[in-house]
């Protein structure tokens, strides 16, 4: 069969088709573009906001539209919490649903292969994850959350907590690097929580990727400002553990992040990058923030602007609240009004956008090593623009008449400037 696999939403979405990309290669089918005619089409949706849940439902209408004769099969989490919505959808021939996610391959090939079932099934190899245009891999280490935030709709379409076994990932690891690629994203809806279920942790993973994998980069997703193991910054001293950690916060306010129902107050926030900032040069801090939570005075809106200047984080994913049925923060009362958050929104961008600039500038005048994407430009010259990511995830830009040389390879490089909150840089 030809697949093409498409995903709405977080970096857990992207390491799940990416995933099934492998298993897809592994069984001998082809992975094509949306362009090629594919036999199959794999959707995985998203529902972390209503703006989410819209384009999820617009993706598999236009996706239909486009390929009117592929089979669709549509999994995540609109699909999990909307299954008679989406199963109504013109052209949906099956739902895989979040809990049978790790079946959708096997689910795919029984239900809807037929006769296109390949005689002789292949090793997995660079086709699943460079056909797709990746120089880095997502690897999920676990799903689910044992918290319920107020705010928030994936952890109950995510379920119980259920991590993958270190041997399991470890094995995964290797496998990506000998496919030739030289980044890993390590992913999951509460990764902090890594192993509570196995009686495992985050560190002891991290620990058994940097010492029996040597992948040149290994790099966390989005961590809760709890729960991380006792001695989790200290791996941060290995080079190959990149300086980057997304740590949502969600509001500089404590008392909103008491409504929110989050394990983090300011201070222990604080504490933390603190403590990281010291330990590890030039860590990257970035962060998430919910604008309009309901209730959110203006009083409490300062403390979130004050909070957010203070700790000058080098990126930051801005969200405007938004209602989603099912969660505990629906039914909270003193909605903000749609006028109040956009006008705060802007606020909060605009602020985010000088920390930014302010954290990428100390930069300026040193040495880094990026891992060149195959994502260049051809200019007027003859020239090709190179683009490609520090350790601490600032994308960056280099003039090249060679591509072919630098593309999935890591060099080092001298910033020399911002445009467009992108390092310009001259290759060493």
């Known amino acids: 069969m030809r697949v093409h696999l498409k995903t709405l939403g977080c970096r857990l979405n992207e390491a799940e088709i990416e995933s099934w990309a492998n298993d897809f290669s592994a069984q001998g089918h082809t992975l094509v573009n949306e362009d090629a005619a594919p036999d199959v089409l794999v959707l995985n949706t998203c529902a972390v906001t209503q703006g989410a849940v819209r384009k999820s439902r617009q993706l598999v209408r236009k996706t239909h539209k486009k390929n009117p004769k592929a089979k669709l099969v549509v999994s995540g989490c609109y699909a999990t919490l909307n299954e008679q919505e989406t199963v109504n959808l013109d052209g949906v021939d099956l739902l895989v649903n979040n809990q049978q996610k790790d079946q959708l391959v096997q689910l795919t090939l029984a239900q809807l292969s037929e006769e296109t079932m390949p005689s002789i099934a292949t090793e997995p190899n660079s086709v699943a994850l460079f056909s797709r245009g990746r120089q880095r891999a997502f690897i999920k280490v676990q799903d689910g959350c044992r918290y319920r935030c107020s705010f928030c709709i994936v952890t109950i379409a995510r379920g119980d907590e259920k991590s993958k076994p270190i041997e399991e990932i470890v ?6 690097h000998q496919q030739g690629i030289s980044e890993i994203v390590i992913t999951g809806v509460h990764l902090g929580g890594y192993g509570s279920d196995i009686a495992d942790n985050l560190y002891n993973l991290v620990t058994a990727l940097l010492a029996e ?3 040149p980069r290994i790099r966390m ?7 991380l193991p006792p001695g989790f910054l200290e791996l941060f001293k290995n080079p190959r553990l990149m300086p980057h950690m997304h740590l949502p916060i969600q509001s500089g306010s404590d008392s909103v992040l008491k409504r929110m129902s989050r394990r ?3 201070d222990e926030f604080r504490a933390l990058v603190t403590e990281a900032r010291d330990i590890i040069p030039n860590i990257n801090i970035t962060s998430d923030i919910i604008v309009g939570f309901p209730g959110e005075t203006d009083e409490e809106w300062q403390q979130t602007l004050d909070f957010v200047e203070e700790m000058e984080f080098g990126d ?3 969200f405007t609240y938004s209602t989603r049925d099912g969660t505990k923060a629906a039914t909270m009362p003193n909605q903000v009004s749609s006028e109040k958050k956009k006008a705060r929104s802007k606020l909060l961008h605009a602020l985010a956008e000088s920390s930014k600039h302010t954290q990428m500038s100390k930069l300026i005048g040193s040495t880094v ?3 060149w994407e195959d994502s260049h430009q051809l200019n007027e010259d003859g020239t090709n623009t190179l683009f490609g990511y520090t350790p ?3 994308r960056v830009k280099a003039i090249t008449t060679q591509p072919e040389k630098l593309i999935n390879h890591i060099s080092a490089c001298n910033i020399i400037s911002i445009e467009n909150n992108v390092f310009n840089a001259e290759l060493i």
């Open 316 to 318: 930051l994913h801005i």
């Open 392 to 394: 601490n995830y600032h």
């Open 369 to 371: 090593d990026v891992l």
């Open 171 to 176: 094995a995964e690891a290797n496998a990506i």
């Open 264 to 266: 983090c107050k300011t």
């Open 221 to 227: 997703g989005s961590l809760e400002p709890w729960d």
């Open 213 to 215: 994998t040597t992948i």
